[in-house]
């Protein structure tokens, strides 16, 4: 596999249901980031990881919970979301959170849908 | 503080006529500059980037953007609009230090036949 890989691709869940979704990225980059993309808005960061350690939580909900075991591993916990939450989720990483390669590039993302 | 307006929610061409996406940015810093596309159901894909070089960015696809910081703007340009072209585009600012990615609202690109 190349570049960042997200799975599921699709997830289907209840408001009282928990699941995961996971990010794994193959480029030796050390940042990794969770955005939302809903219709009709901007692009949402979400959290940001570099090297491992949480750097950005944008006041995200507690619902979500990220988690980063190691600089090639993502995921986003998820436990009693509403369906608002339903959106894509997209996953990306960088070499470096700024500076010159700072540029991300992103997994396929997971479409989620709260019933 | 910095952000990024593209002036075009959608943008229309026919196939094999010139594409421009407008863009324009703020940044309290000399920025880094990027465009991304997106086709259906996929994730962000880079076309090309801005870092301080040359102002004339040449990108993927035969996409090429210029930075025009008198302007403060980063149009991206095609000559010849393929139907395969048809996607959203998002602009994207980093500005300096410690700074993540800001994205604009993304224009979306038809190509008619």
Redesign the interface.
Known sequence: ETG?T?TPRHLVMGMTNKKSLKCEQHLGHNAM?WYKQSAK???E?MF?YNFKEQ??NNSVPSRFSPECPNSSHLFLHLHTLQPEDSALY?C?SSRR??G?G????????T?LTVL | AQSVTQLDSHVSVSEGTPVLLRCNYSSSYSPSLFWYVQHPNKGLQLLLKYTSAATLVKGINGFEAEFKKSETSFHLTKPSAHMSDAAEYFCVVSGGGYSTLTFGKGTMLLVSP
């Open positions: 960042v997200q980031y808005k901007p692009l960061l940001v750097t950005e997209l990306a959170t700024a010159g700072n540029e991300q590039f992103f997994g396929p993302g479409r």
